[in-house]
């Protein structure tokens, strides 16, 4: 069982930066890819990020490629979502999860509560 914590989540302007953490806390969570996805109001939840168990390989759909960043750091059971140059469509609740496999694409073991970011005109 891997018990997953978000934090970081606030109100930021258009064009803003904004750093979310996800730390873990259970065993294994090295040996697992970790994703965050975020879910706006009255849409499905969508995939935002991932990175491979050995944080050196990370996977980012078209609509953040270029602005977000993932990272993890294993030693502290901890992953980074570094959120640059936001936009309106950013909104939403952001998730962070423990998945099944080594790397993308791996389906979801464990979620965290979830963070609200909101971005302003």
């Known amino acids: 069982q891997i018990h997953l914590v978000e934090s970081g989540g606030k109100l930021v302007k258009d064009g803003e930066s904004l750093t979310l953490s996800c730390e873990a806390f259970?065993?294994?969570?090295?040996?697992?890819?970790v994703a965050w996805f975020r879910q706006a109001p009255g849409k499905d939840r969508e995939f935002v990020s991932c990175i491979n168990w050995t944080g050196d390989l990370s996977t980012y759909p078209p609509s953040v490629k270029g602005r977000f960043t993932i990272s993890r750091d294993n030693r502290k059971n901890t992953c980074t979502l570094q959120m640059d140059s936001l936009k309106v469509e950013d909104t939403g609740v952001y998730y962070c999860?423990?998945?099944?496999?080594?790397?993308?694409?791996?389906?979801?073991?464990?979620w965290g509560q979830g963070v609200q970011v909101t971005v302003s005109s």
């Open positions: 259970g065993r294994y969570f090295s040996e697992f890819a």
């Open positions: 999860a423990v998945l099944d496999g080594h790397a993308w694409p791996s389906s979801p073991k464990y």
